[in-house]
């Protein structure tokens, strides 16, 4: 079935520590974004991409770093977690297209630093 | 870059009343406008779009309205039931011609609470 999938569903780990929130769609979309969202609280966009070897960088991007070397994924690299980066990270995708796309949601990936 | 604020925060009806959130951007390429509504626990979901060449959509109890000269849009719901509480959340896409094309900009959210 055609989706967007986030893993780890749910992550605790130790500060100083580097890690890596996947994410893969198989819907063919070109259009990829990362959020931070705390619980029913804004969306924040960290980063986002057009296409393969194109990134961009949004509002909370200092702290984080993205690939795309493939169409269907996105990773999203935290170099030395902190605790302030305890929250729920959403990726999402959409189609490329003119007027614009519904852009559909990962089922997220809740990060504890500890 | 684009800014999108969105007001109210909280919303609190009775059933069978209307709700309307309200939602302002700033870039002027933006042409695309979801809205999307996240249960509690779940990922954000689509319910109604409307693109800057039209000026209201309706979809049942769901209606949006856009006013591109003043850069606002609005989502209307009518009849509420106590299944549409949720958060709500607007979005602004700024097309091409934009320094900000293909971003996906969200509002602060809307706590919409339907009292039975």
């Known amino acids: 079935e055609a989706d967007i999938y986030q893993t780890p569903r749910y992550l605790v780990i130790g500060t100083g520590k580097k890690i890596t929130l996947e994410c893969s769609q198989t819907?063919?979309?070109?259009?990829m974004y990362w959020y931070q969202q705390d619980p029913g609280m804004e969306l924040h966009l960290i980063h986002y991409s057009y296409g393969v070897n194109s990134t961009e960088k949004g509002d909370l991007s200092s702290e984080s770093t993205v690939s795309r070397i493939r169409t269907e994924h996105f990773p999203l690299t935290l170099e030395s977690a902190r605790p302030s980066h305890t929250s729920q990270y959403l990726c999402?995708?959409?189609?490329?297209?003119?007027?614009?796309?519904?852009?559909?949601f990962g089922q997220g990936t809740r990060l504890t630093v500890v | 870059g684009e800014n999108v604020e969105q007001h109210p925060s909280t919303l609190s009806v009775q059933e069978g009343d209307s709700a309307v959130i309200k939602c302002t951007y700033s870039d002027s390429a933006s042409n695309y406008f979801p809205w999307y509504k996240q249960e509690l626990g779940k990922r954000p979901q689509l319910i109604i779009d409307?693109?800057?060449?039209?000026g209201e959509k309706k979809d049942q109890r769901i209606a949006v309205t856009l006013n591109k000269t003043a850069k606002h849009f609005s989502l209307h719901i009518t009849e509420t039931q106590p299944e549409d509480s949720a958060v709500y959340f607007c979005a602004a896409i700024a097309g091409a011609g934009g320094t900000s094309y293909g971003k996906l900009t969200f509002g602060q959210g809307t706590i919409l609470t339907v009292h039975p």
């Open positions: 819907m063919g979309h070109d259009k």
């Open positions: 409307i693109r800057s060449n039209v």
């Open positions: 999402a995708s959409r189609r490329k297209g003119g007027g614009g796309s519904e852009a559909f």
